[in-house]
């Protein structure tokens, strides 16, 4: 393991001698680059000439960024990144571009930054310009023969000028907005160890970080000012590497490694479990029942348990439980009995602390109005003539041939029997209209009129109130009503006699409703709202039916608590008109009236449910 301090060594050295020595090791770095990619008889210069792009690939980062991937068939390529008009252009001096890639590359459907990818043969080379749209922050890095560009949207305003207090401050807001943080660096390394860019990273941040022996090999690095903790996340990525931080220290290695060693200290924590001693406790539920929390507990994880009904049992493979772990409801007692390693029960037992609490109630008070507003208007007349002739031929004239008889055998002349034109006002009710007669008698006739009016109004309220009380998330019902009985036949068969059963219905005003009480101290209700109300008996052979007017509404809704809300209406009206005359005579201006009928009627009725819940505190809240 190699252990590097960067606060250490900044404590033994001068600033301006760690100055140096990094102006040294960059020029260093920067020579032996230089010396790297210059064009003489190099053999990895000559390699690097025959080298070639063998993939383009694009993708969506995080936070919107676009990715550009650039593979190559060769080693010793090295790219270089700039922006120019807006745009990126990549330029890849000493590799050659394939013909099957030299292709636009619309990007736009990705929703990054950059709308579209030229490749193209440049020089010798290859060259990637990358069209952009909108403000944007760009990085790169190279590891082995992979070349990534990461494109970002900027977050905030771009720094104009020379760097004073009002850059700064927006340079550090766009900071603040990413998801890093660190002083931002510039690296422009070319096939530099690993340990070496680690160790720069330490001197940047002030850490301590600790590299395995295994963390070997070398990367390039192109980075403009970005965040050291960035830094570290790229050249970890890039080498395969991973991380672990325990306060100021960082410990780097290989992702394999680092999951051997935490399955390892899994295990060994596993292992000390299981060798300490079980203890058993024993747990009142006040608030709920033991069987239903024994039954969440142990089905945590879907597998279920043995005795889930509340009796004995427990399972071995729980989401709450060691391996070890048992757990018993005894519905008697309403207890919970829990046998596990301390840890596991102190935990148990603060769970099932958070579920067995007292629960708030909701008082519902719903009131169902039936309105109803009825107008009807009659007018109706009754005339006649009777009359008696007697000579060679007995003539006689009245309303029927009943009467005629009545008349020529007996003399006498019936009402209303012998009425040509009976049409009176009549009403529902059956109440008795008003009504003006006149008669005219004759020695062999008589002649009768009779004019009628009725005029009703009626206005009725029914008003029911119906009030339930229940726990949150509990379902309530409240019924009231009566069942009406009716007869009807079954069977018959081969002998042809039907059988009479007497049936029940419910005529019942009925309230349901699950309350939920939301954490804004408002009410989610289910209701559902059944009001019926007999009409009527029809008359059967058999008996009579009764008919059955229902009002029902089923909705959810949300109210403020002690708030008042109408979840439902319907009004109804109807207006009817109707005349009954004789033809042609109740045509007949003015006179036409005492040969016809006018009836007219009104119907208004409104159904309104109003729904009003009130929360009942019982525990007090933290």
């Not at 790297?36 to 690939?57: M, Y």
């Not at 807006?86 to 619309?106: F, H, M, T, W, Y």
């Not at 944007?136 to 760097?163: C, D, H």
């Not at 009725?605 to 819940?613: C, Y």
């Amino acid at each position: 393991m190699t252990f590097s301090n960067a606060q250490s060594l900044r404590m033994l050295r001068r600033p301006a001698i760690v100055r140096a020595c990094g102006l040294g090791l960059a020029f260093a770095l920067t020579a032996t680059t230089a010396l790297a990619a210059a064009p003489a008889t190099s053999p990895a210069a000559a390699q690097a000439a025959q080298a070639s792009v063998s993939q383009i690939d694009f993708k969506r980062g995080d936070g919107g960024a676009g990715r550009l991937i650039l593979r190559f068939d060769g080693e010793g390529v090295a790219p270089d990144l700039r922006n120019q008009d807006g745009s990126i252009v990549v330029d890849v001096a000493n590799a050659r571009l394939p013909a099957e890639l030299q292709r636009p590359l619309n990007v736009t459907d990705f929703a990054t930054p950059v709308q579209r990818i030229d490749a193209k043969p440049y020089a010798g080379g290859t060259q990637l310009v990358l069209s952009t749209r909108g403000e944007f922050e760009s990085l790169a890095y190279q590891s082995g023969n992979e070349y990534v560009v990461e494109i970002a949207p900027r977050t905030g305003k771009p720094a104009v000028g020379a760097p004073n207090a009002d850059n700064v401050a927006s340079a550090q807001a766009r900071l603040a907005n990413r998801p890093y943080s660190g002083r931002p660096v510039t690296f422009n390394f070319q096939d530099v160890p690993v340990r070496t860019v680690l160790q720069l990273i330490a001197e940047e941040s002030n850490l301590n970080i600790v590299a395995s022996d295994t963390v070997q090999g070398n990367v390039t690095l192109r980075l403009m000012n970005v965040p050291w903790d960035q830094a570290l996340d790229i050249v970890l990525r890039a080498k395969g590497l991973d991380k672990r931080r325990d306060g100021n220290v960082v410990w780097v290695a290989p992702q394999p490694e680092l999951a051997a060693f935490e399955k390892a200290k899994e295990d060994a924590r596993i292992d000390l479990e299981n060798r300490v001693d079980l203890t058993t406790d024993y747990i009142q539920i006040n608030y709920h029942s033991a069987a239903a929390i024994f039954k969440a507990l142990t089905e945590a994880k879907g597998i279920g348990g043995s005795g889930g009904q509340g009796g004995g049992g427990g399972t071995n493979e729980n989401g709450f439980l060691s391996p070890r772990g048992r757990l018993v409801a005894d519905e008697r007692t309403n207890t919970l009995m829990i046998s596990d390693i301390p840890k596991k029960v102190a935990q148990m037992r603060e769970l099932i602390g958070v579920i067995d609490r007292p629960v708030d109630q909701v008082l519902i008070e719903s009131r169902i109005v039936i309105a109803t507003d009825s107008f009807a208007r009659d007018l109706g007349a009754r005339f006649g003539v009777q009359g008696r002739r007697i000579g060679n031929n007995t003539r006689v004239i009245s309303g029927g041939l009943e009467n005629n008889t009545t008349i020529i055998e007996d003399s006498e002349y019936e009402i209303p029997g012998g009425l040509n034109f009976n049409l009176p006002a009549t009403t529902s009710t059956g109440l008795s209209p008003g009504a003006i007669a006149y008669t005219l008698l004759g020695a062999n006739f008589a002649i009768d009129l009779e004019l009628s009016a009725l005029q009703q109004e009626g206005r009725g309220e029914v008003l029911s109130n119906p009030r339930v009380v229940t726990s949150n998330q509990r379902e309530a019902v409240i019924r009231q009503g009566r069942e009406v009985g009716y007869v009807t036949l079954t069977g018959g068969g081969t002998s042809g006699v039907a059988t009479p059963n007497v049936q029940f219905k419910d005529v019942v005003l009925e309230l349901k409703v699950t309350p939920t009480i939301t954490s804004d101290d408002r009410v989610f209700m289910v209701v559902n709202v059944l009001k019926d109300e007999i009409l009527r008996y029809i008359d059967t052979s058999i008996g009579q039916v009764p008919e059955i007017a229902t009002r029902e509404i089923n909705t959810a809704v949300l109210v403020d608590d002690g708030q008042t809300v109408v979840i439902g209406g319907v009004y109804e009206f109807t207006d009817a008109n109707s005349v009954a005359k004789v033809p042609f005579l109740g045509d007949v201006p003015f006179l036409g009236a005492l040969f016809k009928k006018k009836s007219r009627s009104k119907d208004k009725a409104e159904l309104l449910i109003f729904l009003t819940p009130k929360v009942m505190r019982v525990e007090k809240r933290s």
